[in-house]
């Protein structure tokens, strides 16, 4: 039993299913199986229980993973500390941030980070789905939400407003709505949300209104929704972020901006799990990401 077969084993249990952690680990799953199997031989005992999609520890399993990640962290703090005598910061760090944000606003912070700590290994995805932090082994998420999990540390980001708008095109050929009611029925151009009815909740004051809207079009990838917004297919419904350039420009004109508007949540965290990783690189990459969306806003 060495550490090479332990560190295997953490990411099966971390992964759920020995597909994903050979698609990890860049090895077939039959070497997985193999490496698992003369795992539990040396082990003398079973140490996941399989069915067709997840693989789960067993008592033991779990036992051996507790140590397994123990000598994980300590293998890491062997190289934080040789990281120190050469004078630069060493590691990989897993980040999946929202399409959007993650390509309109963090990507030159991102660049900038690699030009400042070439040595960390940033393995990225943009996603606008939420991924699990201890299922997927990341280190980071960025989500909107307007309450974080009360599990995970979180670090806001910036406060998050959605606008209405419509590109001048469209806006020739349909009226803007003048009330919150008028947007239901309308064409939007929106994110979905998965598992439940697209509603938007809207704030005047102390006047909370609620619309159910009626998409023309969806995706996950706020960049697109920017691009169709911009050739006139629907009323846009997106985060202020994405077309603040826009309507600076006076490319969309946007309505109802005496109303508050929210899908997701109105506000941007960073999420990380407690003492997870508690490396050099994962807290640069904290103060440096805190420290830029502070300069933003």
């Given at each position: ?59 033991a399993g779990q ?200 899908i997701f949540g ?32």
């Amino acid at each position: 039993m060495n550490s090479e077969s332990l560190l295997l084993f953490l990411e099966i249990v971390d992964s759920g299913n020995l597909s994903e952690a050979a698609r990890r680990l860049r090895m077939t799953r039959a070497n997985v199986s193999y490496r698992l199997k003369n795992l539990e031989k040396d082990a003398g005992v079973q140490l996941l229980r399989r069915t067709s999609r997840r693989a789960e520890p067993t008592q033991a399993g779990q036992l051996l993973y507790d140590h397994s990640k123990a000598i994980q962290l300590e293998l890491l703090a062997a190289k934080e500390s040789l990281a120190k005598l050469s004078g630069t910061l060493q590691g990989k760090l897993r980040i999946a941030v929202p399409s959007g944000y993650g390509k309109v606003v963090m990507a030159d912070w991102l660049i900038e980070f690699k030009h400042l700590y070439p040595g960390i290994v940033l393995d990225l995805a943009f996603e606008s789905r939420v991924g699990d932090l201890v299922r997927e082994d990341l280190d980071f998420v960025v989500r909107i939400t307007s309450a974080p999990p009360a599990e995970l540390v979180a670090r806001k980001l910036r406060d998050v407003r959605y606008v209405a708008c419509a590109s001048v095109a469209y806006v020739q050929s349909n009226p803007m709505p003048v009330s919150f009611a008028a947007l239901r029925g309308l064409p939007i151009v929106t994110s979905d949300v998965v598992g439940r009815d697209l509603r938007l909740a809207g704030y005047r004051g102390s006047v909370r209104e609620e619309v159910l809207l009626s998409p023309t079009l969806l995706s996950e990838d706020f960049v697109f929704l920017r691009q169709a917004t911009l050739a006139g297919l629907g009323l846009g419904v997106l985060p202020d972020y994405m077309v603040q350039e826009d309507i600076d420009a006076g490319r969309v004109i946007t309505c109802l901006d005496e109303w508050r508007l929210s899908i997701f949540g109105t506000q941007m965290y960073l999420l990380y799990v407690p003492n997870r990783h508690p490396t050099r690189a994962a807290s640069a990459f904290i103060e440096f990401v805190v420290g830029k969306s502070r300069n933003k806003a």
